[in-house]
């Protein structure tokens, strides 16, 4: 075999020159012709029983092509894993931003003017705003048919927690909360929405499960999954926010309706109110640890935020009950979530999916336990550490498991051991880990495996097919590499195309840190079959074996003797002729060796490959204002193999601004059910200017489930970023955060507090 | 969010910009940057009939520091401001006032006029006016008039000027003894913020280089309008610079006192108050102790 030569080296992202010198077309650049613009009308209240909608004004508007309500639609519940969706609010709204109605005009313009002459009566209802206080008894119900508000609940537990904890040495008991944070894309959620004369719709959408958004939209318009097809065009971010989305249905609905293509897109601020932010969780927390600091049991206790209907939320509060359980060898485990619905903007994936609320909780309170101890928190995370080849409480098989050596690399590259030893007023440092998943059976859950088609033309052209989603974060670049690097050309002999559901195979999508393992076993697989039938030509053009042949450079060649070699575009000019023009098709597909877990004990292995990490802050803490400034920050992440460094360093450095941002600034504040800092001059991201140096580390053990040995890191890149900045901020000041973000108004008066006691 | 149709001029002198104006009344609205009223206008908080841009009169974007009188056009830029070398040695608090308005794109389009114009309570070039004792020279079709900034705010986003009027330029009297200024201000980002609290302090020594013949303290988003500390700026006023720097403590609590900040979702006025009181004594140490050293 050749060596490996385009997996594992660093390529600018293959659209990247597009990107950057404005030739992309994302979704919210397209236009058909005869296309209409849509606009939502949206709840002022947060709970209102609707009396009576007269659009009549609306539809009388000149270049008003159609105002739809609840009372166009179908009228059928839906949901993407609940059935408490509706395309429009039926008798009542449920949040500042519910969808009322609906117009579609010839212009945005003319669209917006229309909304302002749409008559709705309410009468305002109660309304609750926290989820403590929406499973209060008496409180008022955001879903009649859901008593005590209450939209799921997970349970969970292996062991003997309680005999566990009271045998610890040291017990952290304490409360968290992670508050409620919007994913910030450069592009608002939208879609075009485009039908034919027999009813089939189109819909260019940039979102993050091409396939499986068909499948609630085709129920709640009353389609079959085959009228509903999906086009993907580039899009600017998701980050877990662009998966279902009413955004769309109302495209699609007044598409219905006018026969004509529907371009609806949300504005900023309506993506802020209506979109998908982060599930905020209050998450009770008891560790305990014997006298070496080898921890005994954990028990949780969480409660997450749905808000008004549910997207993923109760899989996110699931998954941040256990999913951390497999970072360390925990044995005495149990924990309880309950899922709230309140009258607020709906809540759902967020890079990290309650893991990162997890991690912040979880690598809290291993400081505080170690500080308990008097034990260096890095020696203590090594300790505990889980390894490779083993299996977690959860029955997780984990391959491949650098955390150790992230641990030694980030505390080696940060000076750990000389800054913690040299204590210097206002200025410290902080640690955390950090483990994941590289899919999760649990939630795509009829299979979670991942297929390619690859093509190759007369002209040698490779053209890649899947069914995943690049939304920037350089999946068609490794896609193309993996290709490349398994046919044996050079990289820009290969395309990655569009995600067109009547064309690309059926994919899960972008989440749970998949795309590299899931979809590039699938590209890999179809690569492999493309390459043994292309192989086969060239071995009869050479008389030779098919298992001789190898190709390298675009060169095919028989073992041995390299200078004897055939074109690549000619062994495919030659195979399309002799096959009449049929091209040379590879597929495949990747079959992981993944479980449901069981229902009742949550045991079974839900993820191929679990990528870990440990990321350290540098702190310093302004004593006037109480402003956190990370001053460094190191981010060792084992990734399995490498494909394409540059981009995991990318991923990694982003991934660190997002977790920064989170902890320091990033918060959606409602105030009496409405969000009140619904834009960028209120909702703070941080800007270039507040981002530290990150020096990322890519720690590669060969992971034998990934292709090419490699794993994940979209979301690992962000779960541990927050802990290690409060940890840190702990290590300068003495001040243990339990609540995001860390405002220095709160900051400074905690550490006023403390001068207090220390004096008194 | 869409932009209500209106008509748009861009006038091609100053004349015909205040005559534009005036002929519509409270409905028509000067263009400079853009910064604020393009904003505004899509949040459907001003909804002008008729705009006009003041980008064609070249002569009000000049910055003239050769006399005593240092004249600044209102359609100056911020970047502009931050940038002039002059400005840097006479009165540098302006300078660095500007410099952290918004961010780069921001500061290359917006206008110190509009800056003032737009009478943010938080407006971050309206503290160091204040402080320099600034003078509005204003336009209408009736004849040019002199403002004192001190007495141009009327309250959040209002002002003194009546439809038709407009700021052409800005005055500043050249410091006549040694001087030196510094501008704090509380952001919760390194850039792209509004200022929660904004604390300029001015000082100027008098000829004999002995006596502070004038300190100001100018302060943002600490009341309804920008303002002075007077209280506190005549608790140092005659002394040196020695006397002054161990006032500090006291004269900072007169600075507080007299402001009224508000809470909102930005800060706590207890914050601002904190943050102020705090800023105040950093800012008045800097710049008494670089007129001791001088
Ligand atoms: C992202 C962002 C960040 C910002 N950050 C800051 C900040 O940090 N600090 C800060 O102080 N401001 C900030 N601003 C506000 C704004 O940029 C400034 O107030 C700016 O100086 C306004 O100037 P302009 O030329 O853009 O005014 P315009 O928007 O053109 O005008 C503003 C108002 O003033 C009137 N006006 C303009 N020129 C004149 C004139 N010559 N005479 C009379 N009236 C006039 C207009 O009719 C309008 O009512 C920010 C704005 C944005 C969008």
């Known amino acids: 075999m050749p060596k490996i030569q385009i997996v594992g080296r660093s390529y600018p992202q293959i659209d990247g020159m597009e990107k950057a010198t404005g030739r992309t077309r994302f979704a919210s650049d397209i236009k058909l012709a005869g296309m209409l613009h849509a606009r939502v009308l949206r709840s002022p209240y947060p709970h209102a029983r609707i009396l009576n909608i007269d659009t009549s004004r609306a539809k009388a508007l000149p270049g008003v092509k159609a105002v739809v309500t609840y009372a166009d639609t179908p009228g059928i519940k839906f949901g993407p894993r609940s059935d408490d969706w509706t395309i429009f609010a039926d008798d009542k709204v449920r949040f500042c931003g519910d969808e009322v109605a609906a117009v579609a005009a010839v212009d945005e313009d003319t669209a917006e003017e229309a909304l302002e002459l749409i ?122 926010a662009k998966m279902e989305t009413n955004t769309h249905l109302v495209a699609m609905l007044l598409a219905q309706k006018t026969g004509r293509p529907v371009r609806h897109f949300n504005t900023r601020h309506d993506d802020f109110i209506a979109g998908n932010p982060r599930v905020p969780m209050y998450i009770d927390i008891k560790l305990g640890a014997d006298k070496e600091g080898v921890i005994t049991g954990k028990e949780v206790k969480v409660i997450g935020d749905a808000g008004a209907r549910i997207v993923y939320s109760q899989i996110i509060v699931a998954t941040a009950c256990y999913r951390v359980d497999s970072l360390y060898r925990f044995k005495n485990v149990r924990a309880k979530g309950i899922t709230a619905y309140t009258n607020t903007v709906p809540t759902s994936c967020f890079r990290g999916f309650g893991n990162t609320q997890a991690t912040f909780v979880l690598e809290s309170a291993m400081d505080i336990l170690a500080h308990k101890l008097g034990m260096d928190p890095a020696e203590m995370r090594v300790k505990n550490s889980i390894g490779p080849d083993s299996v977690s409480v959860h029955g997780w098989k984990i391959n491949s498991c650098g955390l150790k050596e992230c641990v030694e690399e980030a505390t080696k590259m940060s000076g750990w051991a000389e800054k913690k030893a040299k204590k210097r007023p206002l200025k410290g440092i902080g640690l955390s880990c950090c483990n994941h998943v590289s899919g999760n059976r649990a939630f795509a859950r009829e299979f979670d495996g991942g297929a390619g088609i690859v093509r190759i033309g007369r002209d040698g052209r490779i053209s890649v097919y899947h069914g995943e989603s ?96 055939l074109d690549f575009k000619e062994v495919a000019l030659n195979a399309t002729d002799s096959n009449h023009g049929s091209p040379v098709m590879g597929t495949g597909f990747y079959d992981p060796p993944t479980v449901l877990p069981d229902p009742k004990t949550k045991q079974g292995n839900i993820s191929p490959a679990y990528p870990f990490g440990c990321q350290i802050a540098e702190v310093e803490v302004d004593p006037t204002t109480g402003k956190v400034t990370v001053t460094n920050f190191v981010a060792a992440h084992d990734v399995g193999r490498a494909i394409n460094p540059m981009a995991l360093e990318g991923q990694i450095q982003g991934g660190v601004a997002q977790g920064l941002g989170w902890t320091l600034m990033e918060n959606m504040v409602t105030n009496k059910g409405k969000v009140a800092n619904a834009n960028f001059l209120d909702y703070l991201i941080p800007t270039a200017l507040d981002m530290p140096p990150v020096e990322p580390k890519l720690i590669e053990p060969y992971e034998p489930n990934g292709p090419y040995g490699a794993k994940g890191i979209g979301e690992p890149a962000i779960n541990p970023t927050m802990s290690a900045i409060t940890n840190a901020i702990y290590d300068a000041t003495g001040v243990r955060i339990t609540e995001l973000p860390v405002s220095p108004e709160k900051l400074l008066a905690e550490m006023e507090k403390l001068k207090g006691s220390h004096e008194g | 969010m869409r932009i209500k149709p209106f008509e748009y001029h861009a006038a091609s002198d100053l004349r015909e910009a205040v005559q534009m104006l ?130 141009f705010f009327s309250g959040p986003g209002a002002t003194i000027l009546h439809p038709g009027q407009i700021i052409k330029e800005i ?27 904004g604390v300029a302090f001015q000082a100027e020594l008098d000829p004999a280089g002995e006596k502070l013949a004038k300190v100001a303290i100018g302060l943002g988003g600490m009341a309804p309008t920008p303002i002075r500390a007077p209280e506190a700026e005549g608790m140092l006023e005659g002394l040196s610079c020695a006397e002054a720097l161990k006032k500090i403590p006291s004269v900072a609590r007169a600075v507080v006192a007299a402001t009224s900040p508000i809470d909102d979702i930005r800060a706590s006025a207890a914050y601002r108050k904190l943050v102020a009181e705090a800023f105040f004594k950093q800012a008045a140490q800097e710049v008494l102790t670089s007129l001791t050293a001088g």
């Open chain 1, 470 to 565: 690049d939304m920037g974060q350089g999946q068609k670049t490794v896609y193309a590499q993996i290709a490349a690097e398994t046919l044996g050309v050079p990289l820009d002999w290969v395309s990655v195309m569009q995600v067109d559901t009547d064309i690309s195979p059926w994919g899960f999508g972008s989440f749970a840190t998949r795309g590299t393992l899931m979809g590039g076993n699938g590209v890999l697989a179809a690569s492999k079959d493309a390459f043994i039938k292309l192989a086969q030509v060239a071995a009869d053009m050479m008389e030779s074996n098919v298992d001789d042949v190898v190709c390298e450079g675009g060169r095919f060649y028989v073992k041995g003797s390299p200078d004897k070699s």
């Open chain 2, 22 to 151: 005036s002929e519509e009344g409270a409905d028509a609205r000067a263009l400079a940057g853009g910064t604020d009223l393009v904003l505004a206008m899509k949040h459907k908080a001003v909804l002008p009939k008729k705009v006009v841009s003041l980008h064609r009169i070249t002569e009000m974007a000049a910055i003239n520091t050769e006399g005593d009188e240092i004249k600044i056009g209102a359609l100056a830029t911020h970047s502009e401001l931050a940038a002039h070398l002059e400005l840097q040695k006479v009165v540098p608090i302006l300078c660095q006032a500007v410099s952290l308005i918004g961010s780069w794109q921001i500061r290359n389009s917006a206008t110190i006029g509009g800056n003032l114009a737009h009478a943010s309570p938080a407006a971050d070039s309206a503290a160091p006016l204040l402080a320099l004792d600034a003078t509005l020279v204003t336009t209408s079709p009736s004849g040019d008039e002199n403002i004192p900034l001190a007495s």
């Open chain 1, 119 to 240: 008559r709705v009566e309410y009468e305002e209802l109660p309304f609750v705003e926290s989820p403590l206080e929406a499973l209060k008894p008496g409180a008022p119900l955001v879903h009649e048919d859901h008593p005590g508000n209450v939209a799921a609940e997970f349970k969970v537990e292996a062991g003997d927690v309680d005999r566990a904890l009271a045998n610890s040495h040291v017990v952290c008991e304490e409360s968290f909360y992670t508050n409620q944070t919007y994913q910030a894309y450069l592009e608002p959620m939208g879609a075009v929405a485009d039908v034919d004369l027999a009813g089939r719709i189109t819909l260019y959408a940039g979102n993050q499960i091409p396939s499986m958004i068909r499948v609630p939209y085709a129920k709640a318009l009353g389609l079959t999954l085959d009228q509903v097809r999906v086009v993907l065009p580039d899009y600017g971010g998701g980050f877990g």
């Open chain 2, 171 to 197: 005055i500043i009297l050249r410091p006549q003894g040694r001087s030196s200024g510094r501008y704090l201000k509380l952001m919760r980002k390194r850039a792209v913020d509004l200022s929660q609290a």
